[in-house]
Every structure is written in C-alpha cells, then in structure tokens.
C-alpha cells in the first residue's frame, strides 16, 4: 500500500520562508508531485521531483529524497496569495496514478 | 486553447436517484481520472482511464462507475446517490500511457449534495 503524511495547518508571515514536508512509504516510486489548490478551486501543478535533489522554480523549490522517502516544498518571499492547501502526490509502480496525501493548508498573515 | 471541463459545476440531488457528472477534455490526453475530495482526506481516486473502452476501478469505486467510448469524454455515474457520497468530484487528464508519470491536470470540479 501507500501512505503519505504531512501537516494539517501551517502558519507564516508574509515575506517570510515556509517548507512544507511530506514523508511517503510506498510499494515502486515513479516520481513526486507538489499541487496548490485555493479554496473552492481545482489543484494546479507546482512541481515534480523524479530524482534526488533539489528543483527550483522562482520563489517555489522542491526537494526530495528517494532513500528517505521524504520531500519538502519550500516557498520564499511570501506573498498572501500563497494562502492556499499544498498537496503532496506520489506516482507509484505503475506511474499514471497518484496517491495524494489529505494536504497542508497553509495561512500566511500580515 | 486546450482545457478540461466539468458540468454540472453544482448538483442537488435525493437519496436513490441516479447522477451523471460529465468531464470532457480537449488535450487529446489517453488518461483521465475521477477523484473525490472530502475535508481530511484529501483527493481519493474513484475511477481511471488509460484510454477509450479501457476503465479501472479505483480506491473507493463502490457505487460508480464510468465508461469511455472517446478519447475526450469520461462521465461518471452515481448508480443510486446516497448522502455519503456527497463531496466534490474532480476530474483529471494526463498524457502518457501506461506505466509513465506524467503531471495529472485538473477540471474546476462539481460540488454534489445528495438530500
């Protein structure tokens, strides 16, 4: 099976730095997805980690460690639209499909 | 420009009654998925499609089910709605075949109330 955790609830400040972990534990490993998903929207892509190390995409980077099962999101520079739920998706041994952990909602206040 | 669409975005409906809730995608993608999405759960699959006359249950496929006759269209049928399946429903497209990983794109979802 899979299983796939992170935090509930996260809370920061605006211009500030905040890192989202995600630890997985699952049977074959094709590649982490990082998701944003406002409320009452859909998830939009963010990212996507296949091999070890860090991928950098403007104020939004992502990690991931295959040996620890383990993954970050890291977001810089703040901002209050980066208010949103922070999805954490593994592809596993047949790839097309995701298991999706229940997300992090994250709050950023002034 | 290419896209995914839900309809309807909002349904009502009784206890009992069947439902169809429609996804059509125009990116040619072979793959489409139908999620639910409940508060502490996150999204969970219902159903899959590598491609037309190709369906795959899901998670929690129990009490729906899909088809696909093209490439662009995977509805999803409520065979009779019951009040736990009240949630919001996503549909999602992606590329490649079987066996790749490839980004999964989201419809803006149907919010379903089954009274």
């Known amino acids: 099976g899979q299983n796939i955790d992170q935090p509930t609830e996260m809370t920061a400040t605006e211009g500030a730095i905040v890192q989202i972990n995600c630890t997985y534990q699952?049977?074959?490993?094709?590649?982490l997805f990082w998701y944003q998903q406002h409320a009452g929207e859909a998830p939009t892509f963010l990212s996507y980690n296949v091999l070890d190390g860090l991928e950098e995409k403007g104020r939004f980077s992502s990690f991931l460690s295959r040996s620890k099962g383990y993954s970050y999101l890291l977001l810089k520079e703040l901002q209050m639209k980066d208010s949103a739920s922070y999805l954490c998706a593994v592809g596993g041994r047949y790839g097309n499909k995701l298991v999706f952990g229940a997300g992090t909602i994250l709050r950023v206040k002034s | 420009d290419a896209e995914i669409t839900q309809s309807p975005r909002h349904k009502i409906t009784e206890t009992g009654r069947q439902v169809t809730l429609a996804c059509h995608q125009t990116w040619n993608h072979n793959n489409m998925f139908w999620y639910r999405q409940d508060l502490g759960h996150g999204l969970r699959l219902i159903h899959y499609s590598y491609g037309v006359q190709d369906t795959n249950k899901g998670e929690v496929s129990d009490g729906y089910s899909v088809s696909r006759s093209n490439t662009e269209d995977l509805p999803l049928t409520l065979e009779s709605a019951a009040s736990s399946q009240t949630s919001v429903y996503f549909c999602a497209s992606s590329a490649y075949g079987v066996g790749s990983t490839d980004t999964q794109y989201f419809g803006p979802g149907t919010r379903l109330t089954v009274l």
């Open positions: 699952t049977s074959g490993f094709n590649g």
